[in-house]
């Protein structure tokens, strides 16, 4: 399959489409605000449009490196899960007692996404087509079976599919069977999601700023100050979203790592060749390794097939030129072709990577700063699509001062456990990705190191 990248533009297939929004002018002065928000990708956007939303009066700024959507945001797969703690299982072992509630919050949180995109009018492509997850091993495959039993018994609408059963809605002679999540998962566009929440904050009278690059965040009498290139914000609360670049907050970077994610893009399949495969109803599509893919159709037919090899660069360096691997791309193109032999000869027209903000319980945690002036998310370790409408609603209630059901939470009050300090960090990573390797190669098994993970809590699997 290396001939199949040759033509590959090394640029994020979303990011490129047209219609994407004018930069708005960076911030020339001082400002002032109510509530400044810094980040642009989706935890910022949705909090500074929920904000206004609550409160119409409400002076909001955001303020943004880049432009918005250019991160995490709009480099993703587009799975919009309902899902607050990074999967079923994940939420199951670190948070079980309020885990009927997290699984109610975040079909409330997918529902509102939906009646948002409708509301402002959002064209992304947005589908409630449901999750397959599908198994490639024996191992798996008894791991989906036990699994799919306790999903069902907390009310997810699963369905058991064995083999016959899972390639009637997707073909793959790697399937062995698999678990569809009919209602858990939406495919969206990302990119023009990102697009969309823009525009929806500037319909509301949100102010962005973009390529501004907040420096500093200092205290203030009456609140805080946002030093920027040529100027800066004076603002009464501030929300800091800047998932894996941030690093205003140093008490952040002892729980989060930065972990480069790797996608391809097809060019668009033609009928006869969507006929071989079926997949009539479009659902997302993740296999269930410990280093597993997640793949899914596009409006106009192309095939997004991303994930396996997450990359932690040593020292946690985040620099451009990252966001291209060439072993990890011709080993994406190997996967694929093995899952879709009869695909052979389609091309690939994108490869791209970037970096998401990874802590070691997989889903995201919340905090404040400067005497509850700032509030934070990050750590949604890849699944933030649908959970950073959470988020946001955390930070402002945070931001609020007064308890809510959502500052209750087990999840809001607790913290991961921290990463140690470099080297041991790259140590520790590495030694970690180097077992889950190992243990998709020897069914599953899991070796001293990760056990002992798994012991503390920590439990790495993914």
Not at 123 to 150: I, K, P
Not at 173 to 190: I, K
Not at 277 to 296: K, M
Request: glycine letters at 12%.
């Amino acid at each position: 399959m290396g001939s199949s990248l040759n033509d590959a533009l090394a640029e994020p297939y979303w990011l490129t489409q047209p219609g994407a929004p004018a930069p708005a002018d960076p911030l020339a002065g001082l400002t002032t605000a109510d509530l400044a928000v810094v980040g642009a990708g989706y935890s910022g956007l949705w909090t500074a449009l929920i904000a206004k939303e609550r409160d119409p009066s409400l002076d909001v700024v955001i303020v943004e490196a880049g432009t918005a959507g250019w991160a995490a945001s709009g480099r993703n797969g587009g799975f919009c899960a309902a899902s607050l703690t990074h999967g079923f299982d994940n939420g199951l072992a670190r948070f079980p007692d309020e885990l009927p509630e997290l699984l109610r919050l975040g079909r409330e949180n997918l529902d509102e996404i939906s009646a948002a995109v409708a509301r402002y009018g959002i064209d992304c492509d947005f589908r409630h087509t449901g999750e397959l997850q599908v198994a490639t091993e024996e191992w798996q495959w008894r791991e989906l079976v036990a699994g799919c039993a306790a999903e069902a018994a907390h009310g997810l609408d699963v369905e058991l599919l064995d083999r016959d059963s899972v390639r009637a809605e997707v073909d793959s002679p790697t399937y062995l069977g698999g678990v569809w999540d009919r209602t858990g998962c939406a495919m969206v566009d990302p990119a023009r999601l990102a697009w969309g929440l823009r525009d929806a904050c500037l319909s509301l009278g949100v102010r962005i700023y973009e390529n501004t690059k907040v420096e500093r965040i200092s205290a203030t009498r009456g609140g805080l100050f946002l030093q920027t290139w040529r100027g800066g914000v004076d603002a009464r609360r501030v929300a800091l979203a800047t998932g894996a670049h941030g690093r205003l907050l140093k008490r952040l970077q002892q729980f989060v790592v930065p972990v480069y994610d790797y996608a391809l893009m097809t060019e668009p399949l033609s009928a006869a060749q969507l006929d071989a495969i079926g997949w009539r109803n479009r659902q997302g599509i993740g296999d269930a390794g410990n280093q597993f893919h997640y793949y899914r159709l596009t409006a106009d037919n192309r095939i997004l097939w991303g994930g396996y090899d997450a990359v932690y660069f040593n020292g946690g360096r985040i620099t451009p030129a990252q966001d291209q691997r060439e072993a990890t791309f011709a080993v994406l193109a190997d996967h694929f072709a093995a899952t879709f032999p009869q695909l052979d000869g389609l091309r690939f027209t994108h490869k791209w990577g970037g970096v998401i903000d990874c802590c070691s319980r997989f889903s995201a945690f919340f905090g404040t700063a400067h005497g509850g002036r700032l509030a934070y998310a990050a750590g949604y370790t890849g699944l933030g699509v649908g959970a950073t409408r959470f988020g946001a609603k955390v930070m402002l209630d945070l931001l609020g001062g007064t308890p809510t059901e959502l500052t209750a939470l087990k999840m809001v009050r607790t913290r991961p456990v921290p990463f140690p300090p470099e080297p041991a960090r790259s140590g520790v990573i590495q030694l970690t990705r180097w077992s889950i390797a190992r243990a998709d190669r020897h069914q599953g098994r899991r070796n001293l190191w990760l056990r002992t993970l798994d012991a503390m809590g920590l439990g790495f699997d993914s």
